[in-house]
């Protein structure tokens, strides 16, 4: 007996230990997140957000950045060392790189992973035909990123719109024209639509639109067929160039940097963007707090009508914005640790610190929602850029909206945050899904990002006026000819496969 008790006691003594152990030494990952804007000096050390992870977590965060406008050749060279970050944020699920570096065993597999909901019961709470988009090979190898859906959209400058004669609601294709043609003739160094380099967003809302296809469509045969060849799409092109000729749009746009997209309408040189929905509020809550604005500026626009009734929308996201991915830097022995946290994100507790801070560093609660008080604006926002930052790309958000609190929908002067809350729902029934994504091109995997970048390219030329209607036919043949042709065929094949 005695000699049991001792057994007992050594037990828990070593137990102890083990405790004690961790919590001196806790797990350290490290990650890579994007980064809007690029200028923020983060603070690591004595950084309360990160200690708050750690003692919830057990987990201590080593956090790199990359800049958002340069984050794709960052990722790629990344996943190309020896010894990658152990966590990676992939803003594109489908990038060559990703199904490159998975299908060469970069990343830990966790297709059984995502179904364990005894011990990842966050992990297994996400939606199985989100989490079968981002396979690879009927692979899952990443916790997806959720977003709102659709998302994508149009807002404008309402004072202004009103200013120029326009003073009612946009409910048709013919409404919108109107809009941007009066904005283009506002002043000669304004703009009616705010465009940069990321011009896919802004292409994509127009020629879905006009009725073409996202990315990929079905035609009346039931075969696979690229957005380009749609009618749509050209019609999309040719509204976008027309907005151009009449200097409705910045002839630098393709050189214009995304950390600089904001800041153009903040310094009133635009009006209107096609682009996330939820930027309307963002804009108008800066506007409120920086310019004392006390009325409504902005507006974002539900679904819009085309000339036969019909409305399309492009989503912006099929449900999720990428995936974070658990590369092999992470032991066997340890995957399971690395799990355990990004369950943890995914937790009431672990997204409400992710996303929004701590009580009384970034936000307070009233009623039981997180507010930032008026008096308290400056100091938050410091200490969001200083400790927060964009931690919040570290969320997914699998199981849902847990954040408690969550955010008050409604501040400031507008109704704004509560209307994209009930746009997300009117337009998802328009929302114009790509019947490819879950299926994996061999071409599109080698040269997917050269033969993008054709097509990319053309459509800037085009808008801008430097090719005609031959010339964009000329690039949409040399992207046939380069890999097109062979990926619409493999598309085919997998679509009529899966059918």
């Keep these: 007996m005695k000699k049991l008790v001792a057994l007992f006691l050594a ?204 990315t990929w469509g079905v035609d009346a045969d039931g075969n696979i067929y690229p957005a380009h060849k749609s009618e749509g799409y050209k019609k999309g092109l040719d509204w976008l160039r027309h907005l151009y000729e009449i200097g409705g749009i910045d002839p630098n746009f393709a050189q214009i940097s995304t950390s600089d997209w904001d800041n153009i309408e903040r310094t009133n040189k635009a009006f209107m963007r096609f682009d996330c929905l939820d930027n309307a509020h963002r804009q108008q809550e800066w506007f409120e707090t920086n310019a004392g604005v006390t009325e409504q500026i902005f507006q974002s626009v539900g679904p819009v009508a085309k000339e036969d009734g019909s409305i399309t929308v492009w989503p912006q996201n099929p449900g999720f914005n990428g ?27 672990g997204q409400t610190i992710i996303n929004a801070g701590l009580e009384g560093l970034t936000y307070d609660v009233q009623d039981g929602h997180r507010v930032v008080p008026e008096e308290k604006k400056d100091e938050y926002s410091k200490n969001s850029q200083m400790y927060h930052n964009n931690i919040n790309q570290l969320g997914m958000g699998v199981a849902g909206n847990l954040e408690d609190p969550k955010a008050e929908v409604n501040r400031g002067y507008t109704q704004l945050r509560q209307r994209y809350e009930d746009l997300n729902a009117l337009l998802a029934p328009y929302a114009v899904t790509n019947p490819c994504y879950p299926f994996v091109s061999e071409t599109y995997t080698a040269f997917g990002a050269q033969l993008d970048q054709i097509i990319s390219d053309a459509a800037v030329q085009y808008i801008a006026g430097q090719i005609d209607e031959a010339g964009l036919q000329a690039a949409w043949d040399d992207w046939a000819a380069q890999g097109g042709d062979a990926i619409t065929m493999e598309y085919n094949e997998a679509y009529h496969a899966a059918q």
């Design 11 to 214: 037990l828990v003594m070593v137990l102890s230990l083990a405790s004690f152990a961790a919590a001196e030494e806790p797990f350290e990952i490290s990650v890579l997140l994007p980064q809007f804007p690029s200028d923020i000096d983060f603070v690591m050390e004595n950084n309360p957000v990160l200690k708050a992870i750690e003692e919830k977590s057990g987990v201590k965060l080593n956090i790199q950045w990359g800049p958002n406008s340069t984050y794709g050749d960052i990722l790629n060279t990344t996943l190309a060392d020896k010894n990658p970050p152990m966590l990676v944020a992939a803003t594109d699920a489908r990038a060559p790189i990703i199904v490159n570096s998975a299908r060469a065993g970069a990343f830990w597999d966790l297709t059984e992973a995502v179904k364990d909901a005894e011990n990842y019961p966050y992990l297994a709470a996400g939606n199985p035909g989100v989490y079968a988009n981002i396979a690879v090979d009927g692979h899952i190898y990443g916790i997806y990123r959720s977003r709102a859906f659709p998302r994508g959209g149009i807002y404008y400058r309402c004072d202004i719109a009103k200013e120029v004669g326009f003073d009612r609601e946009v409910k048709t294709i013919e409404d919108l024209t109107e809009l941007a043609e009066k904005l283009a003739g506002y002043s000669k160094d304004t703009y009616a639509l705010n465009m940069c380099s990321y011009t896919a967003g802004t292409i994509n809302v127009i020629t879905v639109a006009f009725g073409a296809p996202n």
């Design 323 to 349: 995936e974070i991915l658990v590369t092999k830097s992470v032991s066997e022995a340890d995957l399971p640790k690395v799990l355990a946290f990004l369950n943890w994100c995914n937790s009431s507790e």
